[in-house]
């Protein structure tokens, strides 16, 4: 069945150092991939996607991710992280059987310490 | 602009009762659809459409049925509540473009309603 592993349930870095939050997906063909973040008590905002274009995508807030058919896996990025980051983030899919309907991941909690 | 509105923003109910989430959005977008977020689990789609007439089942539809009159609104109906339906629940919709690559484009979210049943 297809689906999408965030492979991390929380993530916790410092201010300033890098971000990496992983996702894999398994699907025969090439989907449609997103990210999306989720501030406390509000609904989802994307941040980027990939749709067959370029593999390196860059996003809203200094996000980016590639996207590595080989590896089936579409890692989002952040040099530097700020403490405005903190959210859940929700790596994202489009199904085989029907591009209309997304399937998404369990998300993955960043905490940015100071 | 508005964006997604969703009405209520918190509702209780009892095992058994019904009743209606409301969703809106201004932005023209054929595409709507409902998930539900629970704890570890992500969303997971409940109905979808894409266009006033058009509606089609998600991953988990059974206990909810949805309509779609007009392009503006989806509501999405709990025909009698059960405790496990206790959930976040979340409207978002979706320009589909030419409409013949499914969703591309970004989904623009509601603010979430939080739903609980006794």
């Known amino acids: 069945a297809q689906s999408v592993t965030q492979l991390d349930s929380h993530v916790s870095v410092s201010e300033g150092t890098p971000v990496l939050l992983r996702c894999n997906y398994s699907s025969s063909y090439s989907p449609s991939l997103f990210w999306y973040v989720q501030h406390p008590n509000k609904g989802l905002q994307l941040l980027l996607k990939y749709t067959s274009a370029a593999t390196l995508v860059k996003g809203i807030n200094g996000f980016e991710a590639e996207f590595k058919k080989s590896e089936t896996s579409f890692h989002l990025t952040k040099p530097s992280a700020h403490m405005s980051d903190a959210a859940e983030y929700f790596c994202?899919?489009?199904?085989?059987?029907?591009?209309?309907?997304?399937?998404f991941g369990s998300g993955t909690r960043l905490l940015v310490r100071p | 602009n508005a964006g997604v509105t969703q009405t209520p923003k918190f509702q209780v109910l009892k095992t058994g009762q019904s009743m209606t989430l409301q969703c809106a959005q201004d932005m023209n977008h054929e595409y709507m659809s409902w998930y539900r977020q629970d704890p570890g689990m992500g969303l997971r789609l409940i109905h979808y459409s894409v266009g006033a007439g058009i509606t089609d089942q998600g991953e988990v539809p059974n206990g909810y049925n949805v309509s779609r009159s007009t392009t503006e609104d989806f509501p999405l109906r709990l025909l009698s509540a059960a405790p496990s339906q206790t959930s976040v629940y979340f409207c978002a919709s979706s320009d589909l473009g030419r409409g013949l690559a499914g969703v591309t484009g970004e989904l623009f979210f509601g603010e979430g309603s939080r739903l609980t049943v006794l």
């Open positions: 994202v899919v489009t199904r085989m059987d029907s591009s209309y309907k997304l399937i």
